[in-house]
């Protein structure tokens, strides 16, 4: 019988991995009741009632499998990682506050049936604050200008990956894995599905204005090399203009010898716009050498604590 993989990917849910479950299971039963299915929660190390909720439910339940993290490991490798232990068919991250809702898997399973080995689920819209769908509107647009590997605006993860798209990103051993890019990087045949994005009903999102600008740096520094061009680009941009302008002045002094003070200012404000230069042409290497370190250092992606009901 085809399986599928249902994976949720779990922070401090008390108030909602009930109703993930129920929700989950009421859409297997009800409307693709010919498959069968696995449920894994991946905790990554919750500090409220999340693992304690979820061995009453797979206590009663020996689909559901359990996932707990020896720390935490940050939630794109935990929700990585938990992808790629899914052996079913077809794969499907279901977030654990219901914002990628269960009620879309049965026609991602008909268009996985057609024949595509992605089905991703693009959000049409959320109610956001101004300023964060700013920044995440030129987000995308920087993405999709300068990544070498083609980006879909609006798609968070959420989808349907067959088998062979799941095993080829487990041969990809990325130690910080930016998922949306990853499912572009593998190719295979793609559909698209839209839906609109509830919103959260429990708690709060663990996500905060520094670890969405984490995400968004991990993105760009791994899909495109062009922060460094444009270190090349503005250093002898401002080199150029520094040059000329020292030029400018040497003959403005040579015509005007008494009339023109020579000044501390114009030398400090250089001094500072330059260093300034200096300073962010540094942190877009960081960026880089951070990856590096990181391939170099082969650590895997989570390390386990426990695991429930898997054989």
Known sequence: MTTLSIVTPCYNEEGGIAECY???????????????????????CSLDRTVEILRGIAARDKRVKIIVNARNFGAARSSHYGFLQGRGDAVVPVLADLQTPPALIPE???????????????????????????TRSLFYFLMRKFSRIEQIPNFMGYGLYDRRVVDAMRELNEPEPYFRGLVMEVG?????????????????????????????????????????RLMIFLGFSVS????????????????????????????????????????????????????LLNYSRQFPLVIERERINFD
């Open 240 to 291: 150029l203009l520094s040059f000329v302008a020292g030029v400018v002045y040497l003959f403005i002094k040579l015509l005007f010898w008494y009339s023109v003070p020579v000044g501390v200012a114009p030398v400090l404000i250089s001094i500072f716009f330059l260093g300034s230069i200096q300073l962010f042409a540094l942190g877009v290497l960081g960026e880089y050498i951070g990856l």
């Open 22 to 44: 129920d929700a989950v299971r009421e859409v297997m039963a009800s409307k693709l009741p010919d498959l069968d299915y696995e449920h894994i929660f991946i905790d990554n």
């Open 188 to 228: 295979f045949e793609r559909a698209v599905v839209e839906y609109d994005q509830p919103p959260r009903r429990h708690g709060r999102s663990s996500y905060n204005f520094f670890s969405l600008a984490d995400f968004a740096l991990l993105g760009l520094s791994t899909y495109s090399r062009a922060p460094l």
């Open 108 to 134: 991602m399973v008909e268009l996985w049936r057609k024949g595509a080995k992605a089905v991703i689920a693009v959000r049409r819209g959320t109610p956001e604050k101004a300023f964060l769908r700013f």
